[in-house]
């Protein structure tokens, strides 16, 4: 495992699909901690449009199955952690956009990522730690929840290998003072996916997702979804979606919330009318509170 000092790293931003005219909405005003909250203060701030939260990075590699070297980032609160460590949320990162854009964003970039940011930094600002881990070959290519054999041979993923390295560096303290009884998952597209497949993985490990234009761990992205009945422990999970999105269709999300509904699972829907394949104007505080709700 190679630590990498703090500091801003160069933003890399793919810009593939934009010419499918995905919609970004307007910016709303920064967050603000929840009241009554004895938050953390996020180290963010915005200059020109642009919200940049400070963050480290970590490559973790070796272990058991023998993880290729991987890279997550890293934001812990600022101030001195609660008894047993901050609680944790791993943001997975959307196909072919580095998982470093969880921590720096505008208005003006595609799939609401300026959204994206503003969810990081009100995680932050709730007491929250964030860790954005890499998809292969540097964060530009996609999870292997949904892509056969993997998506039903879990054990034999290279992304099941990453999934136990960051909970053992989590167990272990390499990313600080974090509670590994505090877990929680959010991400969006391919990250969607991803954070559904903690709940049907890594039963009791995570005490809520929320889930962001995607469906069920292993339907593919697109049309084609039927979502078997989730495990009995599954999380309370929190579905964000736009009503205009061509590459996730709203039923496909409906379907899996139906199953969570019909199960006694608590769950929610938020639909975004306006909102086409992106973080919605409403996630960053409906993410915090779903989250702060299942302590």
């Known amino acids: 495992m190679r630590r990498i000092k703090r500091g801003h ?3 890399i931003a793919v810009l593939a699909l934009v010419f499918l005219g995905l919609g970004v909405s307007e910016p709303a005003e920064s967050a603000q901690p929840p009241q009554g909250l004895n938050a953390a203060s996020a180290a ?10 400070s963050h480290d990075q970590i490559d973790l590699s070796g272990g058991a199955l023998g993880l290729a070297t991987r890279r997550v980032y890293y934001a812990l609160p600022q101030g001195s952690p609660p008894a047993g460590g901050w609680p944790v949320v791993l ?6 956009f ?3 854009l969880c921590f720096q964003g505008n208005p003006i970039e595609p799939f609401g990522a300026y959204y994206q940011v503003l969810t990081v930094e009100q995680l932050l600002q709730a007491g929250f730690a964030v860790l954005a881990p890499q998809t292969h070959v540097d964060g530009i290519t996609f999870w292997d929840t949904d892509i056969p ?3 039903f041979a879990w054990d034999l993923a290279p992304d099941h290998a990453l999934m136990l390295a960051i909970f053992a560096a989590i167990e272990d303290g390499t990313f600080g003072s974090l509670n590994p009884k505090r877990l929680y998952a959010t991400g969006i ?7 559904s497949r903690m709940a049907v993985s890594y039963p009791g490990k995570f005490k809520a997702l929320a889930i962001q234009s995607a469906s069920y761990a292993t339907c ?16 309370p999970t929190l579905f964000l979606a736009g009503l205009l999105d061509p590459l996730v269709p709203l039923w496909t999300v409906q379907a899996y919330y139906n199953r969570l509904v019909a199960k006694g699972i608590k769950t929610q829907l938020i639909v975004d009318a306006l909102a086409s394949h992106q973080w919605i104007p409403a996630a960053p505080s409906a993410v915090v509170d779903w989250f702060l709700a299942s302590p």
């Open 149 to 151: 054999p993997f998506s």
């Open 189 to 195: 597209s391919s990250g969607g996916y991803m954070t």
């Open 9 to 11: 790293r160069t933003r």
């Open 98 to 100: 580095n998982a470093e």
């Open 91 to 96: 943001m997975f990162q959307g196909s072919f």
């Open 44 to 53: 963010c701030s915005e200059n020109l449009g642009l919200l940049t939260c």
């Open 220 to 235: 593919p992205v697109g049309p084609l979804c039927l979502p078997p009945a989730p495990p009995k422990d599954h999380p």
